[in-house]
């Protein structure tokens, strides 16, 4: 069985680590807790921007150096940002342990250089302008805005094209010594790997990080709310002239990372909404009557949102909508099977399994929850929340989130 | 049937990948999308189960299933925890050899594939990839794996039951299975399965029939859409790994020629890609970059210059790089049993005999960098097929006229 070890550096870092020396590889990742949520208008869409210029060059090493040493561990590595966090991962062959660390812990300290952040800039906006050809064309982004007002978990995590184009490098020198302090991040790993020579080697390259709260300048100003940010609007209609289906995005409340009820939302979901053998998967896909039918829980830290997506030809969309509304409304009144939720929970339990085979498969999860909660999750543990819902977990969990129709929905549309 | 079967004792999983000779390249065009809709209507009940038993079998069983056609195969595979293995394999021999086809379903699944066709149009990086596969194939060999709205409508219950009796059958279909399980115990179950199965002689593979060429999609899009593409040699070819370490140097990795020098010195694009795709007889290199209309003239030259110029300045640091790079891939495909699965079976398909990673990874150990420029130089990038899609034209190299 894997072994799980933690501890707190002493300049506050923490580290979570699940052990397991049978492994292939190992996984290793920096998760920051800076996210889109956490930006003011003025930095809208910084803590992904900071997370492109990581990848810049450092005091010791150029933008080229950093690449290229990636390349050499043979890593699969990359990076990524959400409206909580900024993660950024690796993994390697046991044997480039030592090698990844310093280099992932020596990209933490980025250089930040002017002539980089003007560089960086255009392939921001390029990768806004990516997703604004791409289905379902902003629609998860407006939903958001609309459902939690466009600052906060609503702000979007790329920015929008003007706030990108108004950033300045000092501004986001400013916001990196404020998001990238010692006790704001985790070091999570896990596969086959040297816990105490991890220890040893990160507490003498971090030293220097608790400096960082001492340079930073006054506290963040406040945004006028009365006022949308720039490049934001609240439209629900999303007119996209060139695109034969039509999008829809439903978005209400659910459970949070730490409701007692998330396992039950899962499996709920999984009941409803999964891509085979669900009921929306026997009413709507198999019968050929749209693309997409689907539900999920998203879990934020405080709390969290119901998705449900629907991809149709826009003739369709009403009649299917309805057939999505009843399906919720049977299930309210009706609650789930026995059949369904033993099915479920089989087909939960062995992707369980199956996603455990993989370090960095664990990593994600085990660094997440190491930074909001401080708890860990074996997979033997995560199976046996599985497998102990009810019935009535779950057709409570469909009561509890589905029973008024408070919502917010937004469709992207030709017309 | 060919049964290849490797042991991975480490693990909880098993997998399997099954691959019939039933394409797309044996479709008629009047019925352009046929072998999918035939891979939908055979999961729709099977021997004694009805399509909805079919899933909660599957379900049950923990199998984490996909099914879907290429060029010439239709495929099945699924992982799962191993125990369930037995069961899966028995399955899916009744998916194959006795699905009922129920007429009343056709409409259903016809439609399903419409919605297809008609997401696929949604998504301007596909639009531009398919229709320079079929620059760079031609018509038949390039053909889309989804089919045509008119070929999905003209689809008839006798055409379904036609392709399935001509194509569902044991010569030329390959099963791999990986994970942890015993070898003689799996190639039992499958004789107990699928030992019975009729076999029929194999159909031709079409001769790839591409032309070089332009073409320009317009569209109001935000971002311009550039695809391009060249011929090369196919996966099992002897110098295979010669040309494939010039693409990795171009474009696998962080450090990679196109990543670095396109996007991360200059900025003009977000996404640059080259990778090789290998058919049974034919291959090609595909590339893509997205960005701004106005800086799409620059990032296709720029593109196309260190693509043509792939030989100046290789160095065995490069080579070196990407040597690493896909040994980490090899060790670490030992973690999954799908993945493994799935490179088995398709190795056999297009070398026609089972590769070993010791293999691989001494074919790719023992590349020099002279190798790898001497190739190149032997056979430069050209006759370039191009696609854009986005408000303007572009001007592409002279020979494109």
């Known amino acids: 069985m894997p072994e799980f070890r933690e501890t707190t550096l002493s300049n506050g870092l923490r580290v979570a680590a699940e052990i397991d020396s049978r492994g292939y590889s190992a996984a290793f990742g920096y998760f920051v807790r800076a996210g889109s949520r956490n930006e003011t208008d003025p930095q809208s869409g910084l803590s992904h921007f900071l997370e492109h210029m990581m990848f810049k060059g450092t005091a010791t090493r150029t933008a080229a150096d950093v690449n290229r040493q990636l390349d050499e561990l043979g890593g699969q590595g990359n990076a990524y940002t959400t409206e909580e966090q900024t993660v950024y991962y690796a993994t390697v062959l046991p044997k480039f342990q030592d090698r990844l660390i310093d280099l992932l812990t020596d990209m933490l300290s980025p250089a930040l250089s002017d002539e980089d952040f003007e560089t960086e800039r255009n392939v921001i906006l390029e990768e806004i302008a990516k997703y604004e050809d791409q289905p379902p064309f902003g629609a998860f982004e407006r939903s958001m805005e609309i459902h939690y007002g466009p600052r906060g978990l609503g702000r979007r995590v790329l920015g929008t094209a003007e706030s990108i184009r108004e950033m300045t490098a000092s501004r986001m020198r400013d916001y990196f010594l404020r998001m990238y302090r010692p006790d704001n991040l985790v070091l999570a790993a896990s596969g086959n790997l040297d816990f105490d020579g991890l220890i040893s080697q990160l507490e003498k390259q971090t030293a220097h990080w608790g400096e960082r709260h001492l340079a930073v300048s006054n506290a963040s100003a406040v945004d006028d709310a009365s006022a949308l940010p720039p490049g934001i609007s609240l439209d629900q209609r999303l007119v996209v002239p060139e695109i034969n289906q039509s999008y829809l995005v439903r978005i209400s409340n659910g459970p949070s990372e730490s409701s007692t009820d998330r396992y039950a939302a899962r499996v709920l979901a999984s009941i409803i909404g999964d891509e085979g053998g669900s009921r929306m998967f026997w009413d709507l896909i198999d019968t050929g009557r749209a693309e997409v039918a689907t539900i999920w829980p998203h879990e934020f830290t405080d709390c969290g949102a119901w998705f449900t997506y629907l991809v149709c030809s826009p003739q369709d969309l009403h009649a299917n909508r309805n057939l999505v509304d009843k399906i919720f409304e049977d299930i309210v009144n009706h609650g789930v099977t026995d059949e369904e939720l033993t099915q479920t929970i089989n087909k939960a339990s062995a992707g369980i399994i199956m996603q455990s085979e993989r370090p960095s498969n664990r990593l994600f999860g085990l660094g997440s929850r190491w930074l909001t909660s401080g708890k860990y999750l074996s997979t033997d543990d995560k199976l046996d929340r599985i497998k102990s819902i009810s019935v009535d977990d779950v057709s409570n969990a469909a009561k509890d989130y589905f029973s008024d129709a408070s919502y917010h929905e937004v469709v992207a549309s030709k017309e | 049937m060919t049964i290849l079967v490797q042991p991975m004792p480490w693990l909880r999983t098993a997998a399997f990948s099954l691959a019939l000779r039933a394409g797309v390249d044996v479709e008629s065009t009047s019925v352009s999308g046929l072998s999918g809709l035939v891979c939908e209507m055979v999961q729709r009940g099977a021997g004694s189960h009805s399509s909805r038993e079919l899933v909660s079998i599957q379900d049950n069983l923990g199998m984490d299933r996909s099914s879907g056609v290429s060029t010439s195969t239709s495929n099945f595979g699924a992982s799962m925890p191993a125990e369930s293995l037995r069961k899966a394999i028995a399955l899916y021999a009744e998916i194959v050899q006795n699905p009922h086809l129920p007429e009343e379903q056709l409409e259903d699944a016809r439609l399903m594939s419409l919605q297809e066709i008609r997401a696929n149009e949604d998504e301007p990086t596909h639009r531009v990839m398919q229709r320079l596969r079929q620059m760079h194939y031609g018509p038949v060999l390039g053909r889309s794996t989804h089919g045509t709205q008119d070929g999905i409508q003209s689809i008839k219950q006798s055409d379904v039951r036609s392709f399935f009796e001509s194509y569902y059958q044991a010569a030329g279909s390959i099963l791999a299975v990986a994970g942890n399980v015993d070898v003689d115990q799996v190639y039992q179950w499958v004789e107990e399965s699928f030992g019975q199965w009729k076999t029929q002689p194999l159909s031709e593979i079409a001769a790839a029939s591409g032309e070089t060429g332009y073409e320009h999609l317009t569209s109001g899009s935000s971002q311009t859409h550039i695809g391009f593409s060249f011929d090369t040699i196919p996966y099992g070819h002897p110098?295979?790994?010669?040309?494939?370490?010039?693409?990795?140097?171009l474009s696998d990795g962080m450090s990679s020629r196109l990543f670095d020098r396109v996007r991360e010195q200059q900025g003009l694009c977000y996404t640059v890609t080259a990778s090789c795709h290998s058919l049974k007889q034919h291959a090609g290199v595909f590339g893509y970059a997205g960005?701004?209309?106005?800086?799409?003239?620059?990032?296709?030259?720029?593109?196309?210059?260190?693509?043509?110029?792939?030989?100046?300045?290789?160095?065995?640091?490069?080579?070196?790089?990407?040597?690493?790079?896909?040994?980490?891939?090899?060790?670490m495909e030992q973690e999954s049993s799908a993945s493994r699965a799935s490179s088995i079976a398709s190795d056999f398909y297009q070398v026609g005999r089972p590769i070993t990673t010791q293999e691989l990874e001494s074919a790719i150990e023992s590349l020099t960098v002279d190798q790898v420029r001497d190739y190149w130089l032997n056979h430069p990038p050209g006759d370039y097929r191009i696609v854009t899609l986005g408000p303007n034209r572009l001007s592409t190299p002279q020979d494109l006229k």
Do not use: C
């Not at chain 2, 110098?239 to 140097?249: L, T």
């Open chain 2, 239 to 249: 110098e295979y790994f010669k040309m494939r370490a010039g693409i990795g140097i």
């Open chain 2, 291 to 331: 960005t701004t209309p106005e800086r799409a003239q620059q990032t296709l030259d720029v593109t196309l210059d260190e693509v043509n110029h792939l030989t100046q300045g290789l160095t065995t640091a490069e080579l070196e790089r990407w040597q690493i790079r896909i040994q980490s891939l090899l060790i």
